[in-house]
């Protein structure tokens, strides 16, 4: 076999090593985009942890438990129920009104027809 000269060698080495040092950058650069991908997606979700945390603090703030359900639901019927005995009192108010009213009328014809 014919020996290879140095300088040759050397080219030889020197295309291999160019060749795998490009090949390493590009997996560098595939590594760093990911990472700036990856920190992107990490900001999103932080930024969407904090909308739901947000929501959270707003629904407990304002969520009803169970006794204040009831309570303004006792309290209603009581109001809704306290309305009707009104209404009801104010519809024998007027009954007995009108039904005055007729006796009275009904005793001034009997005093004028008689």
Not at 27 to 43: P, T, W
Not at 55 to 61: G, H, K, M, N
Request: hydrophobic share 45%; aromatic share 0%.
């Amino acid at each position: 076999m014919a020996e290879v000269p140095p300088s040759t060698e050397l080219a030889l080495l020197r295309g291999e090593l160019m060749t795998a040092l490009a090949r390493i950058e590009g997996d560098v650069r595939l590594v760093l985009q990911e990472q700036q991908q990856g920190a992107r997606r990490v900001d999103e979700l932080a930024l969407d942890v904090r909308r739901l945390d947000e929501r959270l603090d707003l629904v407990e703030r304002t969520t009803v438990t169970r006794a204040e359900m009831d309570e303004r639901e006792a309290r209603l019927r009581a109001e809704m129920g306290e309305q009707a005995r009104r209404r009801l009192t104010v519809a024998g108010l007027i009954i007995a009104a009108v039904a005055a009213l007729l006796s009275g009328g009904i005793a001034v014809i009997g005093i004028i027809t008689s």
